[in-house]
């Protein structure tokens, strides 16, 4: 039976605990560490996925001792485990948590953690082996790396590892993600550097190769011949809520598009690599960001759409415009909305468009990946109106909704040859059950297994903004005359429907 046969496939890969050694949490009083990062060590150490030999020193600047670091954890865990915390567990785990207060620009600081880790690593037995992570703005990225270089504390000898995780945004242009590169590469080799992307910890984005290769049937016509065009929805009922402030440098394009967008097109559009290692899989994805072909000044008016949300309602509530969200600009050109049609230049795909749009304040919350067939060439039901006979799609559910639907057409039962359009849907939750996750457990067990598979390579980063340079140009010298131009609630303005109506084609319709 299927769902036995994946149980035996997932146990072998994963029944090895991560190696032993201490993660550094810079940043450790903020939201990302409450929210994402302990309730995923948790479900790790839940698991048996931890080594017996782990532990964490969160570093943050507020003072606090190791019994009151616990002591919060343990308060905040309650709101935002995934599943019900086991009290004998996490006793257990929380006594392997630690906390240092300091100041990442302050040397001193450093050589404390430097002893307070060389202590923790004699207690614990973790081998020399240490893993940082950045949960902190971006501004100190380069300047806590430094200080580790400076510190030794990533000098990797006598077979241990030291290892960087290092968050989005990975700069705010070419030019910066370029200039991030080069300053942690003095000081780290890009081996030892863990580039994240939290899309890549979801199970249906992971589930996109081995939808692809690891089944015989779709490969086939996974390309240009049989498929019309790829349509990708990343919609979010959210506003900006409290991050205003970074929301209003980066806008929509920066925040999600040369991300975690590019990361469902790459798995979607590239070539089954030679292996699965973690060059092997990049090489491939590198090259179909190096295929996405850059848009002229003239195509960026033409295939691209901004927007900004208006007030509105979403669920039956009234909700604000962007400009009277929290730290935003009363007249604000940021956007919140991009529409894009690209192209992937290849044998492959070559005039086959990916088109794609997200934003916040749209309906509901849903990512999903369409594959739009072709039509059949000959309409042999010729009394059913060609409209109707509604092209095959292969729908990929990635959130809420996991799993994967396919459309085709059916005869309507009675006398009379009517076509209908069906789906058959596969849903991951009905197969596997659900296994609530944060989708960083996957991310953090293979940096703790130096498995760099599902994380950014420099050149693929680089390659990311190269593709959205032109439009960031583009449309910084053309600020945007009239925004808002859609209404909380809805789904973006009209120009993203004109995109793919000039091209005879539609979004798909997601109900709301
Ligand atoms: C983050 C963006 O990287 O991804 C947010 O900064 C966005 O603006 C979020 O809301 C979306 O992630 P998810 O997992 O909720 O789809």
């Known amino acids: 039976m299927i769902v036995s046969e994946a149980a035996e496939v997932t146990k072998e890969r994963t029944e090895q605990p991560g190696d032993p050694c201490v993660m550094v949490i810079f940043g450790a009083s903020g939201d990302l560490t409450k929210r994402k990062l302990i309730p995923a060590l948790y479900n790790l150490a839940r ?24 002591k919060k954890i343990s308060q905040e865990i309650k709101e935002f485990a995934t599943s019900p915390v086991d009290p004998e567990l996490w006793d257990r785990f929380v006594k392997q948590l ?55 504390l990533v000098r990797e000898e006598n077979g241990q590892w030291r290892r960087v995780i290092i968050e989005k945004p990975f700069g705010h242009d070419l030019d ?16 030892q550097i863990y580039r994240i992307d939290h899309y890549l910890g979801k ?11 690891g089944n015989g049937i779709f490969e086939p016509i996974w390309n240009r011949r049989y498929i019309d065009h790829v349509q990708i929805t990343v919609a979010e009922d959210l506003g900006v809520e409290q991050r205003g402030d970074y929301y209003e440098e980066a806008g929509t394009l920066r925040d999600m598009v040369p991300n975690h967008i590019f990361q469902l097109i ?13 060059d092997a899989v990049r090489d491939e994805q590198a090259k179909i960001l190096r295929a996405i072909q850059p848009l002229s000044p003239e195509e960026v008016l033409t295939l691209t759409v901004r927007g900004q949300y208006g007030e509105g309602q979403i669920g039956g509530e009234p909700v604000p415009a962007y400009r009277s969200e929290p730290k935003v600009a009363p007249d ?25 749009r997200t934003g916040k304040r749209l ?60 789906n058959m849907n596969f849903d991951y939750a009905d197969y596997f059950g659900s296994t609530p996750s944060t989708g960083y457990e996957r991310l953090l067990y293979d940096c703790m297994c130096g498995d760099a598979t599902l994380f950014q390579r420099a050149d693929m980063v680089e390659a990311g903004w190269s593709v959205v340079a032109p439009i960031l140009d583009v449309w910084k010298a053309l600020p945007p005359r009239a925004f808002p131009n859609y209404a909380s609630g809805t789904w973006g303005p009209k120009e993203a429907d004109e995109l793919m109506e000039r091209d005879g084609r539609r979004w798909r319709k997601i109900s709301d």
């Open 266 to 278: 790459t798995l979607t559009a590239m070539e089954p690599p030679i292996s699965f290692e973690a």
């Open 176 to 191: 910066s993600a370029r200039a991030l590169n080069q300053a942690i590469r003095q000081v780290l080799s890009e081996k």
């Open 363 to 422: 309906p509901k919350r849903v990512t999903e990946i369409a594959i739009e067939f072709k039509r059949a060439p000959f309409i042999l039901f010729r009394k059913t109106p060609i409209e109707r006979l509604t092209p095959n799609q292969l729908v990929l559910h990635i959130q809420p909704d996991e799993g994967i639907s396919l459309r085709f057409g059916a005869k309507v039962p009675g006398p009379l040859v009517r076509l209908g359009a069906v």
């Open 98 to 152: 630690y906390y240092l207060p300091g100041d990442v620009q302050d040397a001193n600081s450093f050589r404390e953690l430097q002893s307070v880790l060389a202590q923790i690593d004699k207690e614990h037995g973790t081998r020399g082996n240490y893993f940082y992570y950045m949960a902190m703005a971006p501004d100190f990225f380069c300047p806590i790396v430094q200080q580790l270089g400076a510190t030794g």
């Open 203 to 213: 199970e249906t984005v992971q589930n996109i190769l081995v939808f692809r290769f």
């Open 47 to 70: 698991e048996s996925l931890l080594s017996r030999h782990f532990a964490v020193i969160g570093f943050a600047r507020r003072p606090m001792s190791n019994e009151e670091f616990r």
């Open 332 to 356: 604000s050109r940021t956007e919140t909305f991009v529409a894009l049609k690209l192209s992937i230049d290849n044998w492959r795909w070559a005039d086959i468009p990916f088109y794609l």
